[in-house]
DNA sequence: ATGACTGCAAACCTTTTGCATAGCG
DNA sequence: CGCTATGCAAAAGGTTTGCAGTCAT
């Protein structure tokens, strides 16, 4: 599993230590629906590391950010979320503002653009955000019924460069 | 000052009432720098309005954001920063993570490239964020005299349709 | 052994809310 | 007048931190 071993490399190279925690909650990090809220992970584990706490998981989850491993989120609702960025491709996302549908998607085109407007301005890109608010089309057929968007995020991964 | 006019459309509308606070805090908020902090927002008032209080600056800031005046966005650091956006027209933030300067650009190509993503999932947009997150050419120069980013954060307008 | 890691609870910090008062319509 | 807005202070809510004990190296 190539994600503990650049965990392992980051550590031995910061003096730090791998701990069961440290391990737990890397595979179930990997496990875990995309999107992840600190929160959420920490519920996932209660049932079989229920010692670990709340704390250390946001502890672990920067740990992870600072070894390249994961990418902190603000999707606007008020919680961080952590996403798995090791051997990930990069996307984008459209995110539904009803039923909080997240949907991942991939445009080159949108890319090189990026690239584009960043050497216009002299400017070194290291990351970037995209995302598109909206209703997908189940909310917007829907809509007259006007449900309370209290379902779990999904994830559904999707691929399309045109 | 349509600005007002708008407010005032909304305020009417809703049984609100136009106050001395709301009027400030309006006038305030157009003059400020793009991209303002609630905080900042009330310090700059303290001189003129010194009675204003900040619970007073995050209503009224939320009140502008439901009347279409301002938009609110969150670029990382914690502190929602709340920019005008009414007549004015859409764009997107190049932002550097060293000296914090935000670059507002704007380019059509890839608003229509993500109607096309959009349209490909049945995906009904709002509105969208992109923000691109790396260094400005000033701080790519100076990059290894390493200057700690205390600056204030500046906007610079900045149109690019290419 | 040494120094990092953990759980717990307290602290933090930005934003929101409750309440009594002030003020618009 | 009735009902909204305000200021203040307290609450909220997610995240971080201090501390004493535990554990990896």
Same mark, same amino acid.
Request: neutral net charge.
């Given at each position: 599993m190539k994600e503990e071993a650049l965990l392992q490399e980051h550590i031995a190279k910061h003096h730090l230590k791998v701990t069961k925690e440290r391990s737990a909650i890397l595979r179930a990090f990997i496990e875990a629906e995309r999107h992840v809220t600190a929160e959420e992970l920490y519920r996932?584990?209660? !049932? @079989?590391? *229920?010692?670990?706490?709340?704390? +250390? &998981? %946001?502890?672990?989850?920067?740990?992870?950010?600072?070894?390249?491993?994961?990418?902190?989120?603000?999707?606007?609702?008020?919680?961080?979320?952590?996403?798995?960025?090791?051997?990930?491709?990069?996307?984008?996302?459209?995110?539904?503002?009803?039923?909080?549908?997240?949907?991942?998607?991939?445009?080159?085109?949108?890319?090189?653009?990026? !690239? @584009?407007? *960043?050497?216009?301005?002299?400017? +070194? &890109? %290291?990351?970037h955000k995209l995302e598109l608010y909206g209703l997908c089309s189940d909310c917007a057929k829907s809509n007259s019924s006007l449900r309370k968007g209290k379902d779990e995020l999904h994830a559904v991964r999707s691929s399309r460069s045109e």
């Open positions: 996932m584990m209660r !049932e @079989k590391h *229920a010692s670990i706490g709340l704390a +250390t &998981i %946001y502890r672990t989850l920067n740990l992870f950010c600072e070894c390249g491993l994961a990418e902190q989120r603000q999707f606007g609702d008020g919680h961080a979320r952590y996403e798995l960025t090791y051997n990930v491709n990069h996307h984008d996302h459209l995110v539904c503002t009803q039923c909080k549908k997240i949907i991942e998607f991939e445009n080159m085109d949108i890319e090189k653009l990026q !690239e @584009k407007v *960043a050497k216009a301005h002299r400017f +070194t &890109i %290291y990351s």
